[in-house]
Antibody
Framework: EVQLVESGGGLVQPGGSLRLSCVAS????????MDWVRQAPGKGLEWVGR??????????EYAASVKGRFTFSRDDSKNSLYLQMNSLKTEDAAVYYC????????????WGQGTLVTVSS | DIQMTQSPSTLSASVGDRVTITCRAS??????LAWYQQKPGKAPKLLIY???SLESGVPSRFSGSGSGTEFTLTISSLQPDDFATYHC?????????FGGGTKVEIK
């Protein structure tokens, strides 16, 4: 069974940093591109970005709103995905989801349960 | 960036109703559009990809159509489990973008 479990959310002050993790199981993690998607309270979904699979060199794509502040990484040996968030702004407050791309089409077929990031002084 | 506009933002319907949600793109997507269902406090669930392909395990009352810039999600006979928020997403080009969501409420 495919499972994605995020962790690392919490309360951080504006300008601060936070690192989210997503641990995958039930599939060959290294074969799949992985996305981060966020949802501010009461708002719609916002695609944050993608880190590609091993075959594609773990290259990344970022939404303009986070480029230069957020960094994606992964450790395929640990089936883990990471989101390093720096220079956090109040508008970054959201539930952050990791999701799996199945490999055919750039969709998200499995999602984690999400982890809440609150940015407030 | 490709802008996605969903309508309506809220829809009130009864069990058994046929429901249609529209998603319009600011430029052609060909068929690179997905639909997700989301219930409160839960992660989105993939329903439709490539505009009209039903994800495995999704009931056949859900269907998607369209290409280019206009797409629809149809629920042929609304069931109690279908009251949720529905999101479209384009994956034609980066950055991928979502519509604003359509909340389907009980009438």
């Amino acid at each position: 069974e495919v499972q994605l479990v995020e962790s690392g959310g919490g309360l951080v002050q504006p300008g601060g940093s936070l690192r989210l993790s997503c641990v995958a199981s039930g599939f060959t993690f290294s074969d799949h591109d992985m996305d981060w998607v966020r949802q501010a309270p009461g708002k719609g979904l916002e695609w944050v970005g993608r880190i590609r699979n091993k075959a594609n060199g773990h290259t990344t794509e970022y939404a303009a709103s986070v480029k230069g502040r957020f960094t994606f990484s992964r450790d395929d040996s640990k089936n883990s995905l990471y989101l390093q968030m720096n220079s956090l702004k109040t508008e970054d407050a959201a539930v952050y989801y990791c999701s799996r791309n199945p490999g055919s089409g750039s969709i998200s077929d499995y999602w984690g349960q999400g982890t809440l990031v609150t940015v407030s002084s | 960036d490709i802008q996605m506009t969903q309508s309506p933002s809220t829809l009130s319907a009864s069990v058994g109703d046929r429901v249609t949600i529209t998603c319009r793109a600011s430029q052609s997507l060909s068929s690179s559009l997905a639909w997700y269902q989301q219930k409160p406090g839960k992660a989105p669930k993939l329903l439709i990809y490539k505009a009209s392909s039903l994800e495995s395990g999704v009931p056949s009352r859900f269907s998607g159509s369209g290409s280019g810039t206009e797409f629809t999600l149809t629920i042929s006979s609304l069931q109690p489990d279908d009251f949720a928020t529905y999101h479209c997403q384009q994956y034609k080009s980066y950055p991928f973008t979502f519509g604003g969501g359509t909340k389907v409420e009980i009438k």
